[in-house]
Each structure stands twice: as structure tokens, then as C-alpha cells.
């Protein structure tokens, strides 16, 4: 049996190593969507009459949040944009768990089959060795996608400058506490300021038009939208939720 003075010198896990490391956790993976996807997504915005106030857990409240909204998913006419933002939100969830990959194995003990016909559970080390052939079905069976947001905030007024989490109770169904990781696609930049910025990590990232941001849904990962000045700013922006228990344990 090691004594705490010899457990000092064993080797940390992957996810231990990477929060001594420095790592927050916040991931921005440049380029998901091109200038062009992000251009013609702004202009099907404005076009549209749909947009509403956005909304913030208690309602339409402007101090909290000032923006246009316009949710996607279900909608008429926008299916097209929902299956190529999440495939592009899914591309980069991929390279997240791979980073990460206890964001998907400490909340559950996933088992996969392997070549001797026998489960076996994935660790760390399995997941690093699989393509992503092999880990695509294993987090569409884990994760499910959320409801799609286009959001615009105007210059010099709009923002969302209330330190949140996208994490709370809400409705009957739980939905709003499935919420696992949260992210946006900046669809524009040419603007001073507009940041998404991280409390307690004491981070900002400036929005570049394609970039996909990905982090934690939780209080750890508390963020606002600070007000975009000289130029309006565009978001898409949702979240991954876990499947649902009835469905992650059926038969089980």
C-alpha cells in the first residue's frame, strides 16, 4: 500500500493532468462554419419577421438581456441551417470529448463491445484510441442536441451583461438540467467588444466570424455577453443535453 507521500508521484489521470496543466475547459475551434455559411445565415436573420425579444430563464427582461431571437429548431423552412449547425457543433464536440473525454465517462460507466465479443468498459485510454467511426455513435447515444438560437445584438445596446449559467431547474421535464456543455458560432465580427466572457476563469473571447466556442453548462462556467459597440453582432447558440434517462436506460 503507496503512502500519501507516495501518492504524490503517481501518475495524475488524464482529466486531473489537464486541470494541473492550466486548462479551463473553454475550447474554441476556429473556422467550424465559412465566412460565406456565416454571411448568408445574417442575411436569412434579417430577412425573417419571426425574430422576438430574447429571453432570459424569467421572461423577456431587457436589463438582463437585449437582444432578437429566433429559434430555428422545429421551424419551417430553417432545417436546412439547424442539420448544418449541429453537424458543425457535433465535428466539434468530437474533438471536446477527446480532450475531455471524462465529460462523457465520469458521468456514466460506458461499456462498448470489443473484438472478443465481451464489454468492456471505456476508459480514458479506450476512447484515445478510437476513430471517430467508433466514438460518433457512442456520444449521439450519450448526447442529444438542444433547441438552436439565432440571437443579434444591436450596437451600442443590445448584450446579455447578467452573470449566468445555462444550468438551473425549470421546467417538469428536467430539460434545462440535462444541459451538459453549452456553445456559440460567432456569424460575424467587424465590431469593437462583444466578448463572451468567463468569470471565474477571467477569460473573454472575442467573436470571429465561424469560430465555434464549446464549454461546461454549469455555475463553474458562470459568462455574459458583453455589448458589441460599432456593429450589431450575430450568434448561433444552444447546448448538448444528455439523452433522456428513459432512453439511456431502456431495458436496463
Known amino acids: 500500500m503507496s503512502s500519501p507521500a507516495d501518492a504524490v508521484h503517481e501518475p495524475l489521470p488524464a482529466a486531473a493532468a489537464a486541470a494541473a496543466a492550466g486548462d479551463d475547459f473553454i475550447e474554441v475551434y476556429p473556422e467550424a462554419l465559412?465566412?460565406?455559411?456565416?454571411?448568408?445565415?445574417?442575411?436569412?436573420?434579417?430577412?425573417?419577421?419571426?425574430?422576438?425579444?430574447?429571453?432570459?430563464?424569467?421572461?423577456?427582461?431587457?436589463?438582463?438581456?437585449?437582444?432578437?431571437?429566433?429559434?430555428?429548431?422545429?421551424?419551417?423552412?430553417?432545417?436546412?441551417?439547424?442539420?448544418?449547425?449541429?453537424?458543425?457543433?457535433?465535428?466539434?464536440?468530437?474533438?471536446?470529448?477527446?480532450?475531455?473525454?471524462?465529460?462523457?465517462?465520469?458521468?456514466?460507466?460506458?461499456?462498448?463491445?470489443?473484438?472478443?465479443?465481451?464489454?468492456?468498459?471505456?476508459?480514458?485510454?479506450?476512447?484515445?484510441?478510437?476513430?471517430?467511426?467508433?466514438?460518433?455513435?457512442?456520444?449521439?447515444?450519450?448526447?442529444?442536441?438542444?433547441?438552436?438560437?439565432?440571437?443579434?445584438?444591436?450596437?451600442?445596446?443590445?448584450g446579455y451583461p447578467y452573470w449566468h449559467c445555462e444550468l438551473y431547474p425549470r421546467d417538469p421535464h428536467a430539460d434545462t438540467l440535462h444541459r451538459h456543455v453549452l456553445w456559440t458560432i460567432y456569424l460575424n465580427d467587424g465590431f469593437e467588444e462583444g466578448e463572451t466572457e468567463f468569470l471565474y476563469q477571467r477569460r473573454k473571447i472575442a467573436p470571429r466570424a465561424g469560430d465555434l466556442l464549446i464549454a461546461p453548462a454549469a455555475f463553474t462556467h458562470t459568462h455574459r455577453g458583453n455589448r458589441p459597440k460599432g456593429g450589431d453582432k450575430y450568434i448561433a447558440t444552444s447546448w448538448i443535453l444528455f439523452q433522456r434517462a428513459e432512453r439511456l436506460y431502456a431495458g436496463g
Request: net charge positive; charged share 30%; aromatic share 6%.
Open 34 to 158: 465559412t465566412r460565406e455559411q456565416c454571411e448568408q445565415l445574417v442575411r436569412r436573420f434579417d430577412a425573417s419577421r419571426d425574430s422576438e425579444p430574447g429571453r432570459v430563464g424569467g421572461g423577456v427582461m431587457p436589463d438582463l438581456k437585449d437582444s432578437r431571437d429566433l429559434t430555428i429548431t422545429g421551424r419551417d423552412g430553417w432545417k436546412d441551417v439547424e442539420q448544418t449547425l449541429n453537424l458543425a457543433v457535433f465535428r466539434g464536440l468530437l474533438q471536446y470529448l477527446r480532450r475531455y473525454p471524462h465529460t462523457m465517462i465520469a458521468p456514466l460507466m460506458l461499456e462498448t463491445p470489443g473484438a472478443d465479443g465481451k464489454r468492456h468498459r471505456i476508459t480514458a485510454e479506450r476512447m484515445a484510441q478510437m476513430d471517430d467511426n467508433a466514438l460518433s455513435p457512442v456520444a449521439q447515444t450519450v448526447f442529444r442536441p438542444g433547441a438552436i438560437n439565432l440571437q443579434r445584438y444591436t450596437a451600442n445596446r443590445g
